[in-house]
């Protein structure tokens, strides 16, 4: 095969060439050995208007076409490039399919040589970048990419991307490359005609692997290094004078000023340690809070031989503790830090159960890349953890096939001394400090066997998240398309699922088994146990929409099951349930007898079998997860949960979800951790309620009297920083309906992201606001040189969302619960934060309802005991997403009145730093941002 290519990139009126959608700009770029020899591009005219948002897309209109020539008078030159070479672009079948039919409209031939999909490799070769968009790939491999969606810009940025992954290609071992050789023809493109030549030329000289890879039973992986012992023998003291604290911190930091708020930080976490006390610190934005506590936690450790655990709510602080601060803190302390992140077992890869499955055969799209994937991110990590991958959903799949659990069938001593997650947990049991999340944190107090080493001290950071965490953990959730899923991965007999190579096993048994049920009478069960799941799922969304109280304009409903119901539709709801809890212990039972039966002569199965059966079991499992959850929401349901249903009317079973949650999580946790910890550190930016931590003690089940609370305020100077303002002609929000409202809001949107030029972020509380708010704003036709983007209608996710609203000059973006926290835009990306509504629970939704009705039987009051200071703390997260660094400024504008209308709208305000408050109409706002600018 020759080694010419040629990258193509289309501009086009549309997306569907055979409803008569034209190519508006053609470009190539074209690479022979190695090197860009030829560039061409041309503007086509497609003989029919361009519609407006392609015009907006590309900047293309019908002027800058109306000279062009047509695609039949380029199509000669078209095809002369394409002479004996491979057709790359990214998402290729987009390209070539417009390209057919234009060229055999004009009366050529089509292109029927080899192609290439740069997304197909990206996926493979870059298996951890966080978008295969080509815009995020330049990004990430620092591609100038100046005019995305015009044609010749697109196409150059795509040849130099086929130019860096053909180099990672090369430089895989050729062991990897072996393996996604076998499984490329799966592929959309023909990358196996392209590795036939590189694995040609790597056979011809001996391989020299890196230093730094191995082959292990053919798969190549990154070497672990042999782990340090480490010890220190010299004394070690806690920096007490803070004149020591700031020379630590010069180490780290060039130009460090102090931050007093940070030492406050360091004296209580050491403090409360030492002390053996627990601990609540509430640290403002930017006070440094990571070092804070980190530095004390090590120095604590070391002093006392003691491991000191750090829990977070998210991710992405895990890997901010490590990546970032981690190394700040080796560089401040003379002494070796050992910390490692720690995450449950299904984080992990099972090497033996991946290494069983690139034996399957496969036809399935999703596996296959997710396999070639995995095959490539294995020459990478040094975690096997899973959240290092780009899966798709499909991808997801797959991975439950070869997560690490216990085995029971595959014999995996080969793979014992590289398995990943028993190396985290030495690494763990040998470290200073052990990252891990409040879900781990909580699994490990009621685990048969300890996941975490022995720690009696804890910092808990993100703590305003740790109750909720705590009433996840302990709560069930049944969902539709799961509990299918599950099933379906059984299947019946002439589905050939599982069930169907299940009996294939016992078949070939040399022994029979006179007691287990016949093929046909299991598969019955299993026939029956889908039927029964059906109904359930009915029955509970004819439940659902009788008993809510939807409200107007809203799709997404909810339900509450009361404890005392004695109403037909639960007795109906109630019964189904019943009938598959035991149509689910029979099958389960029936599913048991058989496993015994195969382990009689498991020793005699293949190697293929026995991870078959791993697969089994583990699916085993799941069902008597799901029987214990039917068992406690509908059948035993608990006096201390509440219980309720959650669905979208426009697609009831699909979109259906059953929760139950403990009431009050504070005594389990008081029971369970707190009292068998020496010493706890909560700390957050947001745990107190008008200066007060009682509603966060409370929440923990902790008693002010055994804790030391401490409040340590930002060091930002917000008087000077920021603008707070309420508009006065807005209507109050409960006094109008949802159109109303959303209609009055978006005039006000408009006008002020013209004054502010975007830079805005905009926070919700519900969905259907936020997309009736969206649609609205882009109807007006006000706004159409802004980016704006809407979380749940842009896709992507989080970050992603707000890497693309940082990367337009005009741009506004608008988030609900997510981005109410976690959110970091520093600097003029971000100048204008709007709150929509103050962030409170609705009452009638069936948690909220629940827990205000225990709050009222022990006498309290539920609107000032629960929902108030429920909603205060995430105001207050809501409030910290403007000022992040001390040269930050803007507005913020908060559109709900009641903040100046009501008696409790003060504890808002008290709530968050003291910054003068200005009431205006919209006009007097837009002046006001426009003066700001001036100044």
Same mark, same amino acid.
């Given at each position: ?319 901010? +503790? $490590?990546?970032? #601060?981690?190394?700040?803190? *080796?560089?401040? &302390? =003379?002494?070796?830090?050992?910390? %490692? @992140?720690?995450? !449950? ?94 879900? +781990? $944190?909580?699994? #490990?107090?009621?685990?048969? *066997?300890?996941? &975490? =080493?022995?720690?009696?001290?804890? %910092? @808990?950071?993100? !703590? ?103 109403? *037909? ?367």
């Amino acid at each position: 095969m020759c080694n010419k290519f040629v990258v193509i990139d289309l501009e086009t009126t549309g997306n569907a060439p055979k409803k008569g959608d034209k190519i508006i700009q053609f470009a190539a770029v074209v690479i022979e050995n190695g090197k860009i020899i030829e560039e061409y591009s041309s503007l086509v005219d497609p003989a029919q208007p361009i519609p407006p948002f392609i015009e907006e897309l590309t900047g293309l209109d019908d002027e800058a076409v109306k000279d062009a020539p047509s695609f039949s008078e380029i199509a000669p030159k078209v095809l002369t490039l394409l002479e004996d070479a491979y057709f790359v672009a990214h998402n290729v079948l987009f390209d070539l399919s417009f390209l057919q039919e234009e060229l055999l409209e004009a009366g050529l031939n089509g292109f029927y040589g080899p192609v290439l999909d740069t997304v197909e490799l990206a996926r493979v070769l870059m298996p951890t970048a966080d978008s295969f968009q080509l815009s995020e790939l330049a990004l990430r491999e620092g591609l100038k990419h100046d005019r995305p969606h015009q044609a010749d810009s697109d196409a150059y940025v795509t040849a130099e991307l086929l130019l860096l992954l053909i180099e990672r290609l090369n430089r895989l071992p050729l062991a990897t490359i072996k393996q996604i050789h076998k499984l490329s023809g799966g592929l959309k493109s023909d990358l196996d005609l392209f590795i036939d030549t590189i694995i040609i030329k790597k056979e011809a000289v001996v391989e020299t692997l890196p230093a730094d890879l191995e082959i292990h039973r053919g798969i190549a992986l990154k070497k672990l290094q042999d782990e340090e012992e480490t010890s220190w023998e010299q004394e070690i003291t806690y920096p007490i004078d803070p004149t020591v604290k700031s020379g630590l911190f010069a180490k780290a930091f060039l130009n460090y000023e102090i931050r007093s708020g940070q030492f406050t930080m360091m004296d209580a976490v050491y403090k409360a340690f030492t002390h053996k006390k627990h601990a609540l610190i509430e640290a403002g934005t930017g006070v440094g809070k990571s070092l804070a506590y980190l530095i004390p936690a090590v120095i604590y450790g070391m002093e006392n031989s003691k491991i000191v655990i750090i829990s977070t709510f998210t991710t992405q602080l895990q890997e901010q +503790l $490590l990546s970032n #601060d981690i190394p700040k803190l *080796q560089r401040m &302390l =003379p002494f070796p830090i050992q910390a %490692v @992140i720690l995450k !449950g077992r299904s984080h992990y890869i099972s090497l033996a159960k991946f290494e069983q499955s690139l034996l399957d055969l496969e036809d399935n799209y999703d596996t296959i890349l997710t396999k070639m994937q995995i095959l490539v991110w294995l020459t990478e990590t040094m975690t096997g953890d899973i959240n290092e991958i780009n899966l798709s959903s499909g991808g997801f799949i797959f991975w439950n096939k070869i997560k690490n659990d216990e085995t029971v069938f595959l014999q995996k001593k080969s793979w014992l001394s590289r398995d990943f997650y028993l190396r985290a947990r030495s690494q763990a049991a040998k470290s200073n400090i052990i990252i891990t999340n409040h879900s +781990l $944190l909580l699994t #490990d107090l009621v685990a048969s *066997q300890s996941i &975490l =080493p022995k720690y009696s001290h804890v %910092v @808990i950071d993100e !703590g305003h998240h740790f109750v909720k965490a705590a009433s996840q953990h302990f709560g069930y959730s049944l969902d539709y398309l799961t509990t299918r899923f599950l099933l379906s991965r059984i299947g019946l007999l002439e589905q050939k699922q599982m069930l169907f190579k299940l009996e294939n096993i016992i078949e070939k048994a040399e022994t029979k088994n006179s007691q287990l049920l016949h093929s046909f009478e299991i598969n019955q069960m299993v026939q029956e146990l889908v039927f029964e799941t059906d109904e359930l799922f009915k029955i509970i969304g004819l439940f659902a929409k009788k008993k809510s109280k939807s409200r107007k304009g809203y799709h997404r409903i909810n339900s509450r099951f009361p404890l005392n119901d004695s109403s *037909q539709e639960w007795k109906a709801l109630k019964t189904n349930a019943e009938r598959c809890y035991f149509h689910l212990k029979d099958f389960i039972h029936a599913l048991e007898n058989r496993l015994n039966f195969i382990s009689l002569f498991k020793d005699n199965l293949s190697a293929r079998d026995k991870a078959f059966l791993e697969e089994l079991v583990s699916i085993k499992e799941k069902f008597e997860e799901l029987i214990k959850v039917i068992k406690h929401i509908f059948i035993l349901p608990s006096e201390d949960y509440v219980s309720w249903i959650e669905m979208d009317i426009r697609s009831m079973q699909n979109a259906t979800t059953v929760y139950s949650q403990p009431l009050s999580s504070g005594q389990f946790l008081k029971d369970t951790f707190f009292s068998k910890k020496e010493s706890a550190v909560i700390t957050s930016a947001t745990l107190s309620v008008k200066n007060s931590f009682n509603y966060m003690l409370n929440e923990l089940g902790l008693a002010k009297e055994n804790c030391s609370l401490e409040q340590i305020p930002s060091p930002f100077d917000y008087k000077e920083q920021v603008k707070l303002i309420v508009p006065e002609d807005l209507p109050e929000v409960n006094h109008v309906t949802l159109e109303e409202y959303v209609s009055a809001i978006s005039e006000h949107i408009i006008s002020m992201a013209e004054a502010t030029k975007g830079r805005m972020l905009i926070l919700f509380t519900s969905h259907e606001m936020l997309k009736k708010t969206y649609e609205l704003i882009k109807e007006s036709g006000f706004l159409t040189d802004y980016a704006i983007i809407a979380q749940g209608v842009s896709s992507g996710s989080r970050s992603r969302l707000t890497r693309n609203f940082q990367k337009f000059e005009k741009a506004i973006l608008l988030g609900t619960n997510s981005f109410w926290e976690g959110v970091d835009i520093p600097g003029e990306d971000l100048t204008c934060l709007i709150i929509v509504r103050l962030p409170f629970s609705p009452p009638d939704e069936p948690y909220t309802e629940a827990k205000s009705e225990l709050i009222k039987q022990n006498g309290g009051n539920p609107f000032s005991d629960y929902s108030l200071p429920e909603a205060i703390i995430r105001f207050k997260q809501g409030f910290g997403r403007l000022i992040r660094t001390q040269m930050d400024k803007g507005f913020i504008i908060i559109f709900d009145r009641r903040i100046t209308t009501t008696q409790y709208g003060k504890a808002f305000l008290e709530s968050i730093p003291k910054v003068p408050l200005i009431k205006s109409n919209i006009q007097g706002i837009v002046d006001l941002i426009y003066d700001s600018q001036e100044k």
